[in-house]
């Protein structure tokens, strides 16, 4: 959990410099069963005003997070602000946070906060609190952050770098939208298997291996496991890790930082690249794609290399539906 914790808090730095869009998985989310509203009045009896204890049991319940706070939320929440990662989850559900951390660099879904407020990082309590949220999504574990936000508004932890599964069903539960949550998985999966089944015909075999680098300024060089574009592309019938790879993802690694020279042990039949926006990183990826090192590898020689825009292609939902899209196209190149 500490892993977790202090990978969660790196990753979300990472994401607003306009680098690295990784971090440390931790299956902790915990979806535990919420206590349900109390039940609705009969409308065979003429309408009474209840109480304010029984108008609270009715619009209220109890939520365990992802670090065990017992949260009393809203049954259905309206005005969300939503303080993480994967802000893709939310608006796949239909729902626009009136608050995020607006990122630069551009993301598949940044035209539809247009309306949202950035609240910054760390979140601001005063932007905050000039939203009058109802419920506040919290991607951190920073029990001192939490204890201050959590004073705004009912606020409760969310593991973002959990599996989309975990992480589209825990949300809809979260804001009253289970069903859009299973309809949304029962779609994407139906997607994805059409996807992987249209790219075998076109010659993708069933045991390529692919790996995901990017650099970080400081000529930083990083191969993704799991978290982010491998959730993607090591889906069922996808693409499949190298050792050196799998370790990390059973190790619930979500990246790890490497030196050119390991290059070879870590890449893979095919090698995506995804660029930083950070210039410094970018000048640094030309470099290394420059390199013998890298001139050497197998899936260099082949032609195998494609690149993503970081920012784009991301773990969310969001992201998700426009790699559907993106991921036959670059493979057709």
Known sequence: MVQARKASMLMVLIVIMGALLIACGNNANRPDNTTPAAGNQSSEKPAESPSEPEQAEQTMRVFTDWTDHKVEIPVQPQRVIYHGEVTGDVLALGVTPVGVIKQDGGTVYEDQLAASEDVGFPISLEKSLALQPDLIIFSNNDAAQYEQISKVA???????????????????????????????????????????????????????????????????????????????????????????????????????????????????????????????????????????VWSNLPAVKNGYVYKFDIMKAGSDALSREWLLQELPKALAQ
Do not use: C
């Open 154 to 292: 009912p606020t409760v932890t969310f593991n973002s770098f959990a599996p989309l599964e975990e992480r589209m069903r825990i949300l809809g539960d979260l804001l009253g939208k289970k069903d859009e949550a299973e309809a949304w998985l029962t779609k994407h999966k139906a997607g994805v298997q059409e996807m992987w089944a249209a790219l075998r015909q076109k010659g993708i075999k069933d045991n390529e291996t692919a790996s995901v680098f990017t650099m970080y300024p400081g000529n930083r060089l990083f191969v993704m496991a799991g978290a982010g574009l491998p959730q993607f592309l090591y889906e069922e019938n996808g693409f499949k890790p190298v050792a050196k790879v799998q370790e990390l993802i059973d190790q619930q690694v979500g990246f790890v930082e490497i030196s050119a020279e390991l290059l070879k042990e870590y890449a893979g039949d095919r090698i995506f690249i995804l660029n930083p926006v950070n210039p410094e990183a970018q000048e640094s990826t030309s470099e290394l794609m420059a390199s013998n």
